[in-house]
């Protein structure tokens, strides 16, 4: 996986989106939404990461992973919303497991779009940029992606 490849694979889960649903819009965010996004996380964004959130509209876009296996009741697809700078800001500095796990290197990326309240976080520490559901209630992880690019292109729209 090259810092490439998810910038490439998160433009497609975009354009699939839109032909999908058509009239989503997803946003980008500025240079220096970032840069505030760094002062208030007390952290050095890589440089592929503010390339994501600056040239890819992803925003707002919400998609599923299969986080589950199926059975006869539910198909195991959680579906999420992937979240803006300030959710972010809020996220690791107002609420667990955000504030706990910034700590380790997680930086949470997206929430449920079905209300569990249980974040998704990616872990920017780790060159595998492996993506994780943080359980709030006792901040066990589980992996939803290897890394981010493979997240991107399994995504279920």
């Not at 760094?38 to 992803?58: A, D, Q, S």
């Not at 876009?61 to 803006?84: L, N, T």
């Not at 609420?95 to 976080?121: K, N, Q, R, T, W």
Request: hydrophobic residues 35%.
């Amino acid at each position: 996986m090259t810092n490439n490849e998810i910038i490439i694979e998160a433009k497609r889960l975009v354009e699939r989106i839109k032909l999908k649903y058509p009239d989503f819009v997803g946003k980008t965010a500025t240079e220096s939404d970032l840069a505030k996004l760094e002062k208030e996380l007390k952290i050095k964004l890589p440089e592929w990461y503010i390339e994501l959130y600056t040239t890819v509209p992803l925003i707002d876009a919400e998609f599923g992973i299969q986080e589950d296996e199926p059975d006869e009741d539910y198909d195991g697809v959680s579906y999420i919303i992937w979240g803006g700078v300030d959710d972010i800001i809020d996220e690791s500095t107002k609420y667990e497991p955000g504030i706990s796990v910034l700590e380790d290197g997680y930086v949470f990326s997206a929430s449920c779009s079905h209300g569990s309240g249980d974040p998704i976080y990616i872990k920017l520490s780790s060159k595998q940029l492996s993506v994780f559901r943080i359980y709030h209630d006792d901040y066990s992880k589980n992996q939803l992606a290897d890394d981010l690019t493979s997240l991107f292109k399994n995504a279920i729209i």
